[in-house]
């Protein structure tokens, strides 16, 4: 029965995770996601920070933003807008938990964008070229989902092509915020509800 719970839970949650997982082992919380995967994405995005010249190479990406700071904030409000418009239409309750949720999807995504798609491939083009560098890097990104948030293998695979496309947006345009925006607003259209324990599970 628990089982059950906890499936409907994970499914109603939008976190498009695996059947096959056992009791206990759906991320149906916030702190679990924060563990299980906003840490691993800290550490490798500050860990590829520390590496010497990657520092430089973002700070060349963020030069479309230092040109027209107000044009992003200007955008950053109208996400904000289309997330409440979303929340309201379906009928889902604008609290805090919600705000935070919507602020830790920003934050995801700029530790992602940051890792996947501005520094690795850079680092690992030395080594394999640039291209391969980008399946590589995105094929890694894909491989964490699937590990932390246990998402179903369909999904990450859907998660290597967008990365894939985001790394085309951000070849093109050289704007790193921007790609971060994009893929904040992608997030969210995945995920847009804060994930909270199934009040079944816990009494």
């Not at 409440?84 to 239409?89: A, E, H, K, Q, T």
């Not at 995504?109 to 690795?120: D, G, T, V, Y």
Request: proline share 3%.
């Amino acid at each position: 029965m628990t089982d059950g719970h906890d499936a409907v839970s994970a499914k109603k949650q939008g976190r498009l995770q695996r059947s096959s997982a056992s009791s206990g082992n759906f991320v149906t919380s916030f702190s679990q996601v924060l563990q299980r995967h906003g840490a691993l994405m800290s550490i490798i995005a500050v860990t590829l920070l520390l590496i010497p010249g990657c520092t430089d190479t973002l700070l060349k990406l963020i030069t479309p933003f230092q040109s027209a700071p107000r044009d992003y904030f200007w955008a950053t409000l109208l996400i904000l807008s289309v997330f409440l418009s979303y929340w309201i239409v379906k009928d889902r309750q604008i609290n805090t938990e919600q705000l935070v949720w919507a602020a830790y999807l920003f934050f995801i995504s700029l530790l992602e964008e940051i890792a996947f798609r501005a520094l690795l491939p850079v680092l690992l083009a030395n080594t394999v070229g640039i291209i391969m560098a980008v399946v590589l890097s995105n094929l890694i990104f894909a491989s964490v989902h699937y590990i932390t948030l246990r998402w179903k293998f369909s999904n990450c695979i859907g998660v290597f092509i967008g990365g894939l496309a985001l790394s085309r947006l951000l070849n093109n345009t050289e704007d790193i915020v921007l790609v971060i925006l994009v893929h904040w607003v992608a997030t969210f259209l995945n995920t847009p509800l804060a994930p909270t324990l199934n009040k079944t599970q816990a009494s």
